[in-house]
């Protein structure tokens, strides 16, 4: 017997309890510490290759780490994130030491160099190896520790893609930067540093957010209609 009510569909929001997925702008955020993040983290490489044109080694190294500390305090007092920031300075503070205890201005960006050769040849053997480290990222960064991804065979290819894209452009941006080093050129090193520095990375993230989230939404089941629907 019919009660005349309309059949029952299936709702194609998914289940209530879903959690949304941030968007790309919302990820790019988290990653990056918003436009404030990324400038706060390249003012002390501006302070320092400034300071060592206009005064010497010694007042830069004093005035970049300081103007690190600064941020960071900043940051505190206004009670916002400070992860970014004391990325930042922890690897400001190895490069001041370094060039301080060596008199050579280049070493100040050494290791940054070396954290990006070591990044690179990680990024192309874990391809290799069918554990691309992208997707091990994606898993703790985005997916809460998820690793379902290692179960979809196109997630994996997609993953291990972008591994080997971010590996390439790794090992380039510090390829020219350790020319740089070689060649003794500490302006155009500092230089580097800033123009190589963030807008690949930008870059690299936004491809990979973009890729990551494309694929998985192709891989979503459709709901399926009900007969009569």
């Known amino acids: 017997m019919t009660t005349g009510q309309p059949p029952a ?3 194609e929001t998914g289940p209530a309890e879903e959690e949304r997925l941030p968007t790309v702008a919302e990820q790019m955020a988290d990653q990056l510490g918003g436009w404030r993040g990324l400038f706060e983290s390249s003012v002390p490489v501006v302070v320092f290759v400034i300071a060592n044109i206009v005064a010497d080694l010694r007042p830069a190294v004093i005035a970049s780490v300081s103007v690190g500390l600064l941020i960071g305090a900043l940051r505190l007092a206004q009670r916002r994130p400070v992860r970014h920031a004391v990325n930042g300075l922890f690897g400001i503070a190895i490069g001041a030491a370094i060039a301080w205890r060596t008199g050579e201005a280049r070493d100040f960006y050494l290791p940054g160099i070396l954290y990006g050769i070591g990044y690179g040849v990680a990024l192309l053997l874990s391809a290799v190896i069918r554990q691309p480290l992208v997707g091990w990222l994606w898993s703790v960064l985005v997916a809460k520790g998820s690793a379902e991804w290692r179960h979809d065979p196109r997630l994996v290819r997609t993953f291990t893609g972008l591994t080997v894209l971010w590996g390439v452009v790794w090992l380039a941006k510090v390829g020219v930067q350790a020319g740089l080093y070689l060649a003794e050129q500490d302006t155009a090193l500092g230089v580097a540093r800033l123009v190589l520095g963030y ?9 990979t957010v973009w890729t990551v989230r494309r694929v998985t939404r192709d891989s ?3 709901p399926t209609p009900l007969p009569g629907g």
């Open 9 to 11: 569909t299936v709702p």
């Open 220 to 222: 979503e089941p459709q």
């Open 199 to 207: 807008p690949p990375y930008v870059l690299l993230l936004l491809i």
